[in-house]
C-alpha cells in the first residue's frame, strides 16, 4: 500500500529569489526560524512533563542551528560575507495552521 502524503502547508511560498545573496538570505532566515520553533516546542514539552519528546525537540534545535553555522560559511564562501537579512523581501508563509501545531 503505498504511503499517502498531505501536505501541510495553508499556501506555496509567494515571490521568486533574484539573486544568490537573496538565497542565503532566506536559508538563514528559515533555518533560524526552525531553530527557535523546535526550542518552542521543547519548552512546550517540558511544560508538559514529556521529557522523552522535550529532548528530541531541543536535539532538532541543536541539528537546525548548526545548519544556520553551515549557511554563514556557504554564503561566506561564495559570496565573501555573512547572509544580510534585509535582503528577505517577504514573509514566509505559515508552515502549520494553529490547530495542526497544538
Same mark, same amino acid.
Given at each position: #500500500?503505498? $504511503?499517502?502524503?498531505? @501536505? $501541510?502547508? %495553508? @499556501?506555496?511560498?509567494?515571490? !521568486?529569489?533574484? @539573486?544568490?545573496?537573496?538565497?542565503?538570505?532566506?536559508?538563514? =532566515? #528559515?533555518?533560524?526560524? /526552525?531553530?527557535?520553533?523546535?526550542?518552542?516546542?521543547?519548552?512546550? #514539552?517540558?511544560?508538559?512533563? %514529556? *521529557?522523552? $519528546? /522535550?529532548?528530541?525537540?531541543?536535539?532538532? =534545535? /541543536? =541539528?537546525?542551528?548548526? *545548519?544556520?553555522? @553551515?549557511?554563514?560559511? +556557504?554564503?561566506?564562501?561564495?559570496?565573501? %560575507? /555573512?547572509?544580510?537579512?534585509? $535582503?528577505?523581501? +517577504?514573509?514566509?508563509?505559515?508552515?502549520?495552521?494553529?490547530? !495542526? =501545531?497544538?
Amino acid at each position: #500500500m503505498p $504511503l499517502l502524503r498531505t @501536505s $501541510l502547508q %495553508k @499556501s506555496e511560498p509567494a515571490g !521568486t529569489l533574484q @539573486s544568490l545573496d537573496e538565497f542565503f538570505a532566506l536559508a538563514d =532566515a #528559515m533555518e533560524r526560524e /526552525a531553530a527557535e520553533r523546535y526550542t518552542g516546542l521543547a519548552n512546550d #514539552m517540558q511544560v508538559q512533563d %514529556k *521529557h522523552d $519528546l /522535550a529532548t528530541v525537540f531541543t536535539q532538532l =534545535a /541543536a =541539528a537546525e542551528r548548526e *545548519h544556520v553555522d @553551515s549557511v554563514a560559511r +556557504w554564503s561566506q564562501s561564495h559570496l565573501g %560575507k /555573512a547572509p544580510d537579512p534585509a $535582503l528577505v523581501r +517577504w514573509n514566509a508563509p505559515e508552515t502549520f495552521d494553529s490547530e !495542526t =501545531a497544538a
